[in-house]
């Protein structure tokens, strides 16, 4: 009995220190800065970070299985210059090269799908070699140094209009977070991948076709770094082979941060969203700090290079306080 | 004469729940006392008290001639006391002797290491207790039981006076039980006193002095073995009779369900099994461990696919290539690892209890929370598990519990052949004769049931004939009441000689 309750608890309580972490980043910000809970800053927050936010939400699926994902930068990358090559040299429309963009992203899933779930490699090896590859492809394409610019305005307000008030890319945004929402929490296939990540064997023992759905998590994550480098591309007005550099890494931050086991099995599409805004709103507060002239100089050239610390600085903080709260807890219980 | 070990009145709690409610217990010099009790009376928590793991709550132990208030693990190796474990906790990738000597001695990092010493310390200490290993042999290339023996060298050789064994055959074949018997009586003679934790009443009958009986965390008393009758012993253990061990048959056969002719696996070591099992029929399966049993279940169950043969069910030949198809044909298996293939700890037994019949209780994919808690409920009702709700996390069962929910599982597919393996390995006495119940009220409603079992009077008792295996594959298909004898004789491959 005592060995249920607490595999639930500590989860909610993780949840908790979420949003206060939430809370405390905006009451900082706030008092530090000016306007931050403008409507227009708010929206902000969301224009810039919803690639890393899809990637976070596709990753999540990916994790429960116990898996791992490191190329969906690099896929947005080589994505990206897929992209801005169908417009302009193949002069395609923006709209039909983005479908094509989210094929070659579900064709490079695929790659790792069929690396990882039918030649069975471990996928921190097999994405770390594509992380290399999709990058690199991207890269010979542009043969370096070209860039893909001057989109039509029609596809350019994709990433800089507002509809209903709020950034266009942002209802993108939450129809992705609904379907994988209703993937994780209410399919069979979103129970099985729970019982992967558990058990891979058991999983297979229990009838469960572990290699089709460990393919499935693979390729949905490919297809949605296709999404977020067609959003990216149109809020940038520019396709490089440099585009999402170093965004795996925020999205696993962001899924870790929500309460995800990295050793799969457990974890929630909501952990997730609120990993994903702690992320979000803590880099979106620190470039704001530059800006305002009650900082000196220093301060403000200070806080930026902090950004990456400071978000690695949350990570740890957040995972160590349930089990700090706990041990002290036990310790007092103790004595 | 002085007891070796005392234990008075110990209290421990976890949290509300009260795992030991005043157990007191000794051992003498030169005895076998034999711990006993279902899972969940508290057996493991009296170990950890002994060994240090846990400090109790109230009671004080006395250890030779100290009297302690609680041990600490270093503690107690200090004062003789050590634990063989079930699964040995040895480093497979060095030789017996640096196992041996790592143990016994404790060197700083940059000490100097004599080859020759540690080597003739750990021959003399395997000499002592009549094992024949080699020290230069890597832990990795030994059996489970050889493993055992290196372990009671390492309690040997640190002077331990007592030796506590929890469950140490739960994995052994019958010919290493004989082996490590006679380690235990061999340690007995020398004046140490081993404390003996099995499920198996044959062998507390067959090794044990005195036996202690547990249930719910308090001593039901201490008796002389030669005092009780195996029936006496599980009253003492359940607290209520047994009246029959074995359910008895009932209802004639029907159909051939399953027919295989000359199926053949050379990945899984099956060669040529012929074998019919018919509907309503209990055919038990007998074997030494490493016979291809299990095999041959991996075979009809499409996890290692046959290469030739037939495998007919209902008279209809299938091939299977995988799980999820032998499902779909209606074959169900009860794998013998429940913990790592059986059920899924981590997920709750409602989730367990469906994962074999996602494409049919969910058609369409989508979860329907409702139908699952109420099918889930049903086999709670249906096959008494005892947990506190369909989304009690599959590892807080015991061991029994888990069976069932791994057995309900398969019941959901509803098969027309269910395959059992080892269903009642690591089970207490009183979930074990309701699994039995459960297992002859399926075949009574007309289910073929294969049931691989180590358990001899299991086999016995529970099947209608019994199939015989050695080498991968049938040697002999017995009637439901043959003897022992002819079984093992069978299993063994000699013609009628003497096992016992």
């Not at chain 1, 393919?215 to 480098?229: D, F, M, N, P, Q």
């Not at chain 1, 520019?238 to 585009?243: D, K, L, S």
């Not at chain 2, 506590?164 to 340690?187: G, Y």
């Not at chain 2, 009443?201 to 008393?221: N, Q, W």
Request: charged content about 20%.
């Amino acid at each position: 009995m005592t060995a249920a309750k607490s595999t639930k608890a500590p989860f909610f309580r993780h949840e908790f220190v979420l949003v206060a972490v939430i809370v405390l980043e905006v009451i900082l910000f706030q008092a530090l800065g000016r306007r931050f809970l403008d409507g227009s800053n708010v929206s902000n927050i969301f224009r810039f970070s919803v690639e890393v936010g899809l990637l976070a939400l596709a990753m999540t699926p990916v994790i429960l299985t116990g898996g791992i994902d490191l190329s969906v930068g690099s896929m947005m990358g080589l994505c990206a210059v897929c992209f801005g090559m169908l417009v302009k040299d193949a002069s395609l429309s923006p709209w039909v090269a983005a479908v094509l963009s989210i094929g070659i992203g579900t064709v490079g899933g695929g790659l790792n799908a069929f690396l990882i779930a039918r030649m069975k490699l471990p996928p921190l090896i097999v994405t770390l070699g594509t992380f290399s590859l999709f990058r690199g492809l991207a890269e010979a394409l542009t043969k370096g140094s070209k860039s893909y610019s001057a989109f039509p305005d029609s596809f350019l307000a994709l990433g800089n209009s507002t509809v209903a008030g709020l950034p266009a890319q942002l209802w993108i945004f939450f129809l992705v977070a609904i379907g994988i929402w209703l993937l994780v929490h209410r399919t069979t296939l979103g129970r099985s991948f729970r019982a992967i990540g558990y058990s891979p064997e058991g999983s297979r023992y229990a009838g469960i076709p572990v290699e089709r759905n460990l393919s499935l998590a693979y390729i949905l994550t490919g297809a949605v770094a296709g999404l977020a480098a067609v959003i990216l591309v149109a809020r940038l007005g520019e396709a490089r082979a440099n585009a999402g550099i170093g965004y795996e890494l925020l999205a696993i931050t962001a899924v870790v941060l929500g309460g995800t086991s990295i050793f799969g099995g457990s974890g929630t599409i909501a952990g997730t969203l609120l990993g994903f805004l702690a992320v979000a709103i803590l880099n979106n507060g620190l470039k704001r700090m530059q800006d305002y002239e009650i900082f000196d100089k220093t301060i403000a050239s200070v806080s930026n290079e902090m950004s990456g610390m400071l978000t690695g600085l949350l990570l740890l903080v957040a995972l160590a306080a349930v089990p700090v709260v706990k041990a002290i807890t036990a310790r007092r219980a103790k004595s | 004469m002085k007891p070796l070990l005392q234990l008075s009145d110990i209290r421990k709690s976890f949290g509300a729940v009260r795992a030991l409610k005043g157990v007191s217990f000794d051992l003498q010099p030169g005895e076998v006392h034999a711990l006993l009790g279902e899972n969940g009376a508290g057996k493991s928590t009296l170990i950890k008290v002994i060994t240090g793991a846990h400090s109790p709550d109230e009671g004080t132990l006395v250890v030779g001639e100290e009297t302690l208030r609680s041990l600490t693990p270093s503690k107690a190796r200090e004062l003789g006391i050590a634990c063989i474990y079930q699964q040995p906790a040895l480093f497979p990738d060095l030789t017996v002797a640096e196992n041996i000597g790592l143990r016994l001695k404790k060197t700083g990092a940059f000490a100097r290491v004599n080859h020759a010493a540690r080597r003739k310390q750990a021959e003399e200490l395997l000499k002592r207790i009549g094992a024949d290993l080699s020290p230069d042999a890597e832990v990795r290339s030994l059996s489970m039981p050889e493993q055992q023996l290196v372990e009671i060298a390492c309690a040997l050789g640190s002077g331990a006076k007592v030796v506590i064994m929890d469950e140490p055959t739960a994995s052994l074949t019958q010919k290493e039980q004989h082996l490590l018997f006679a380690v235990v009586r061999d340690l007995r003679k020398s004046g140490v006193g081993v404390v003996y934790i099995s499920h198996r009443l044959e062998e507390i009958f067959a090794l044990a002095d005195r036996v202690t009986v547990l249930r719910d965390g308090e001593s039901v008393g201490t008796n002389r073995v030669d005092d009780l009758d195996e029936a006496a012993m599980i009253k003492l253990m359940v607290g209520r009779e047994v009246a029959q061990l074995y359910p008895p048959a009932e209802g004639e056969a029907g159909d051939v369900v399953l027919s295989l002719k000359n199926l053949c696996c050379a990945a899984g070591g099956v060669k040529g099994v012929d074998l019919e099992v018919r509907a309503g029929e209990i055919v038990g399966m007998a074997g030494l461990v490493g016979a291809g049993r299990t095999e041959l279940a991996r075979v009809l169950f499409g996890i290692t696919p046959a290469d030739s043969g037939e495998i007919r069910l209902n008279g209809k030949p299938l091939t299977l290539s995988s799980p999820r198809e032998a499902i779909s044909h209606g074959i169900a298996y009860v794998p013998e690892d429940r913990r790592r293939h059986g059920v899924i700890l981590e997920m709750p037994i409602a989730h367990n209890i469906t994962m074999a019949v996602h494409p049919v209780l969910f058609p369409g994919t989508w979860l329907r929370f409702k139908a699952e808690t109420e099918l889930a409920k049903d086999f709670i009702r249906d096959l008494g598990i005892k947990a506190y709700g369909p989304d009690a996390p599959g590892g807080s069962l015991s061991g029994g519990n888990q069976q069932k929910v791994s057995v309900s599982r398969w019941l959901a597919t509803k098969p027309k052949l269910l395959i059992l393996d080892e269903p009642t390995q690591g089970v207490d006495v009183g979930a074990k004769s309701e699994i039995h119940k459960i297992i002859r009220g399926l075949a009574k409603d007309g289910l073929a049931v294969l049931m691989i079992s180590s358990d001899l009077p299991e086999v016995l008792g529970m099947s209608d004939r019994i199939a015989v295996m050695r080498g991968g594959t049938v040697t002999a298909v017995l009637p439901g009441g043959s003897d022992a004898h002819e079984v093992m004789a069978a299993a063994l491959g000699h013609g009628g000689k003497e096992v016992a």
